[in-house]
């Protein structure tokens, strides 16, 4: 008797056992648990309120990463800093890079920004392109049907749920994108400068033109000449919008602001960046409002 129950408990457990999957940044678990309801676990590895190019690789990740059935990362070497060492300790076989168990979404993205040559002269950070296209909404329902394929792939069984959550899902986004869209043709400022160049896909999606970047490339600190340069196109180009993120110092982003008379917007970067942006549907409407100040 006692050993029918085991089974059939142990039959039941793997039957309504949840898919654990995790992913490197918030908005991407926020998408997985829309597809993923209830038959998903989602862990998130990236701490959305800090530098999503370098998260420290704590050994609680590493803990995470063994358990995982599914690993969905942005890619286009967004963690190409943090990962990999992460992805070795764990030693985990599902989820390598190639496996059933991993997921790139950049795959489903055009990038911006690839740079002509690769090399260090040309910044440090963005080697294959632009990796930040998770700021604009116009990414999400890509990413998020292929979401759908691959949870539908490796969990046959819920494929149905899985489908029909995406279509509410994309019901949702539509409606939300519709609105933004309409909002942000009223906004007059349509030159814009930034800190790094993390709004370069979501400005294009609402016509604002980025003039420059405060850092002289990706990664790379401001330099005081770069600096004056920046202000002076500034000045000349009647420019009175910068954008800053939360996690790089805003000094620098002040000073120029007193140089122009601009105004610093701090726009989120992630689900969770900043205070008002912890689901989906806040962030990209906090974006849109931070783009326009
Ligand atoms: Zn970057």
Redo the contacts with the bound molecule.
């Keep these: 008797m006692k050993k029918i129950l085991l089974i059939t408990l142990l039959f039941s457990s793997t039957l309504f056992a949840k898919l654990n999957v995790a992913t490197t940044y918030n908005y991407l678990a926020k998408i997985t648990e829309a597809i993923g309801g209830d038959k998903v676990k989602v862990t998130c590895l990236a701490n959305p309120k800090l530098d999503p ?1 370098f998260v420290t690789p704590k050994p609680s990740l590493i803990g995470k990463l063994r358990r995982e059935d599914l690993l969905i990362i942005n890619g286009g070497q967004l963690e190409i800093g943090w990962l990999p060492p992460l992805l070795k300790s764990a030693n985990n076989a599902k989820i390598n890079v190639g496996q059933p168990g991993f997921l790139d979404v950049s795959g489903v993205i055009e990038m911006m920004d690839k740079p002509h040559i690769v090399s260090r002269a040309y910044g440090g ?2 080697p294959d392109g632009n ?2 296209f998770a700021l604009d909404i116009y990414s999400v329902i890509p990413i998020a049907k292929l979401i759908t394929l691959k949870l539908s792939i490796i969990d046959g069984a819920n494929s149905a749920t899985y489908r029909a959550n995406l279509k509410v899902f994309e019901e949702k986004i539509e409606k939300l994108t519709q609105t933004l869209k309409t909002q942000m043709q009223s906004c007059p400022n349509r030159k814009v400068v930034q800190y ?3 709004f370069n896909y979501t400005i294009k999606s609402y016509n604002i033109e980025s003039k420059g970047t405060i850092e002289p490339l ?1 990664g790379i600190t401001p330099s005081s000449k770069h600096t004056m340069k920046l202000i002076n196109i500034m000045k000349t180009e009647g420019i009175k919008t910068i954008l800053q993120d939360a996690y790089h110092e805003h000094k620098t982003a002040g000073f120029i602001a007193d140089k122009t008379g601009a105004k610093v917007s701090i726009v989120p970067h992630d689900v969770g960046s900043i205070d008002g942006t912890d689901t989906l549907e806040d962030f990209y409407t906090m974006v849109a409002k931070r783009l326009c100040p």
């Design positions: 190019h950070v963005h990796p930040h790094h160049e993390l990706p």
